[in-house]
């Protein structure tokens, strides 16, 4: 749960999320995951994470860039 009012997440949604560039790198996680789950199997990426070893920020794309990573090794990549 958050502890964002709507009005703070309708405005974060307006102001960043819902950005062109915002909605292409989303689209773009997306695919991947789905190009995983065909590959692997939804069974193989439960509680996992679909990672990007050169992220989406700094130009990598999909395709061989893709790897299974666990949830905590994942997210707690240094920036």
């Given at each position: 749960m ?9 405005q974060?949604?307006r102001?960043?999320?819902g950005?062109?560039?915002q909605?292409?790198?989303?689209a ?9 789950v ?9 509680g ?7 992220p ?6 999909n395709?061989?860039?893709l ?7 994942n997210?707690?990549?240094t920036?």
């Amino acid at each position: 749960m958050t502890n964002r009012t709507k009005e703070q997440l309708k405005q974060h949604y307006r102001d960043f999320q819902g950005t062109p560039q915002q909605i292409k790198n989303r689209a773009q996680r997306n695919a991947a995951r789905a190009e995983m789950v065909k590959k692997h199997g939804k069974s193989a990426l439960q509680g996992k994470d679909v990672d990007h070893k050169v992220p989406i920020r700094s130009g990598g794309g999909n395709g061989k860039n893709l790897r299974i990573r666990t949830i905590k090794s994942n997210r707690g990549d240094t920036r």
